[in-house]
């Protein structure tokens, strides 16, 4: 179950910067993870995105394997 705090909000990146944001989750059942990123210009428009699914044992590794 995710969580959110109302108060936080998304933070517009310089002008001339893209803002990447990343997650990840790890099933440790399945031995999976699954990571997704997204990055937005200073509009907040999405200019490119994606997404992974792979194999992967502590939950760090899967968060380093989202990011790549």
């Known amino acids: 179950q995710a969580f959110s705090n109302p108060k936080e909000c998304w933070i517009r990146p310089a002008t001339v910067c ?24 200073h509009f907040g428009v999405a200019k490119l995105w994606g997404s992974v699914l792979g194999d992967a044992s502590p939950s760090i590794e899967a968060y380093g394997k989202a990011i790549c």
């Open 18 to 41: 893209l803002k990447c944001n990343y997650d990840a989750a790890f099933d440790p059942i399945m031995g999976q993870v699954v990571g997704g990123w997204i990055l937005r210009d």
